[in-house]
């Protein structure tokens, strides 16, 4: 059972930047596929970007290309989500969350296992 808790989210002025980190625990990390989702009030939960722990390929929403970085870091057992030219359309609770294999989905039911979430908001 992986166990994941997501840190990092906060206020910041749009141009600015966050990093969010996931942090997980409880299973074998290096066979799961890493992603973090977003969901601001009234949206469905949207995939925002994803990483294979394994060969450390990634995928991003057409949204955040160029602009997110999604890391993992296989020595502190960390995931990164690292937010630049932040706009207020960014605002929402992020979510870290996990799927067992590399396969790519970016489909919010294809994964099992969540953290709690973590708020950012950029203001305008």
């Known amino acids: 059972q992986v166990q994941l808790a997501e840190s990092g989210g906060g206020l910041v002025q749009a141009g600015g930047s966050l990093r969010l980190s996931c942090a997980p625990s409880?299973?074998?990390?290096?066979?799961?596929?890493m992603a973090w989702f977003r969901q601001a009030p009234g949206e469905e939960r949207e995939f925002v970007a994803s990483?294979?722990?394994?060969?450390?390929?990634?995928d991003y929403s057409d949204s955040v290309k160029g602009r997110f970085t999604i890391s993992r870091d296989n020595a502190k057992n960390m995931v990164y989500l690292q937010m630049n030219s932040l706009n207020v359309e960014d605002t929402a609770v992020y979510y870290c969350?996990?799927?067992?294999?590399?396969?790519?989905?970016?489909?919010?039911?294809?994964?099992?296992?969540w953290g709690q979430g973590t708020q950012v908001t950029v203001s305008s």
């Open positions: 969350a996990a799927k067992f294999g590399t396969s790519l989905t970016t489909t919010h039911n294809s994964y099992a296992y």
């Open positions: 409880g299973g074998t990390v290096s066979m799961y596929r």
């Open positions: 990483i294979s722990w394994r060969t450390g390929y990634t």
